[in-house]
């Protein structure tokens, strides 16, 4: 897409050992292997722990948590605490005049439509349909994306969407993808926002806390290759221009709301904005990633709690490259 296009976006959402005796004479290094200790296994529990206040990111084993730290990349600085300054909610709608400053302070402290939704979905006890309540009734049909219909591809889960009720709730999740786009290169994420690289998040409320959550994939159709990425993914893939070299490794985006206390009274924890490198040598990788996806990196949504709808970001202007937010 290039930069003299006029950008217009909008957002669609998708619903012991025994006792028995080891001879004397045997050497320590030949004991049975038996005897060890496999090393502790993360979760994605323990992912978001660490993610969480200080005393849940203590309750998560040591060695657990050191190995998924290194897996962080982090968009927006983390903290454990809340900031004591507010972006101004006037900022979510003006992008090209927004300071660094502003935007960490978007992702930490959301605008207060989004922390309603975010205090909905804990107050329910995650409850699905408190977000789906949400949602404005009139269904809206997803048109081509970029030439996808004559490939017969179908990008959404259903060929129709929604949107929220609340404009702010679409604007700040518009707000969330381009943040992406805009700071992945400061990590080495590099991505587009089109139909085979970057256009869709699953919203879920996570396991036991109920917090709201989006994991967001990136770099989702790669070109096949023979080679390098002998994988065959169906119509959606054809004309693909994304190349799988080890970016894949940070296809995992994950935004966590901010994280109401016990009582539901106050504010526990701050957003979260996290890129989760899943590069063959780390714990992600090893530990939270089914085998039959390693080549494609691929962390699920369920692990990761309830999931209530996918929110995908389209164009859907073809030259003019206007973007749309469907609710699916």
């Known amino acids: 897409m290039g930069s003299s296009l006029p950008l217009k976006f909008a957002l669609f959402f998708s619903l012991s050992l025994g006792a028995a005796a ?33 005393q849940q990111a203590a309750s998560v084993n040591s060695v ?17 605490t809340l900031p004591t300054r507010r972006a101004l909610i006037s900022q979510l709608n003006a992008p090209l005049t927004r300071t660094s400053e ?18 909905l979905a804990v107050d329910s006890g995650g409850d699905p349909g408190a977000i789906h309540r949400a949602l404005d009734p009139t269904i809206i049909t997803v048109p081509d994306v970029e030439g996808s219909n004559e490939d017969r591809c ?48 699953h919203l879920f409320l996570a396991k036991e806390s109920g917090r709201l959550g989006i994991l967001f994939h990136a770099k989702e159709y790669p070109a096949y290759d023979k080679e390098l990425f002998p994988c065959n993914m169906g119509y959606c893939q054809v004309g693909s221009n994304v190349a799988y070299d080890d970016s ?21 924890a701050p957003g979260v904005l996290v890129v989760l490198d899943a590069h063959p040598e780390g714990i992600i990788y090893r530990d939270l990633i089914p085998e039959y996806v390693h080549i494609a990196r691929t962390l ?10 996918d929110v995908n970001y389209l164009n859907v202007g073809g030259e003019t490259s206007k973007f749309q937010l469907f609710v699916c």
């Open 102 to 119: 502003e935007i960490d302070h978007l992702i930490w402290s959301p605008p207060p439509p989004v922390l309603e939704l975010a205090r």
């Open 22 to 54: 080891v001879p004397l004479s045997l050497p320590r290094n030949l004991s049975p292997k038996s005897s060890r200790s496999p090393p502790p296994k993360a979760t994605t529990t323990d992912l978001l722990s660490l993610l969480g206040p200080p």
């Open 300 to 309: 699920y949504e369920d692990d990761f709690g309830e999931v209530v709808v």
């Open 248 to 268: 894949m490794n940070l296809r995992n985006i994950l935004w966590l709301a901010p994280l109401l206390n016990d009582s539901r009274k106050a504010w526990e």
């Open 154 to 201: 179908e990008l959404t889960r259903y060929p129709y969407g929604w949107r929220f009720i609340d404009e702010a709730l679409n604007s700040y999740i518009e707000f969330l993808f381009k943040t992406i786009v805009e700071r992945g290169p400061e990590v080495g994420l590099n991505v587009s926002l089109s139909r085979y690289d970057f256009f869709h998040g």
């Open 64 to 80: 657990v948590a050191q190995q998924l730290r290194s897996c962080f990349k982090f968009l927006a600085p983390f903290n454990q």
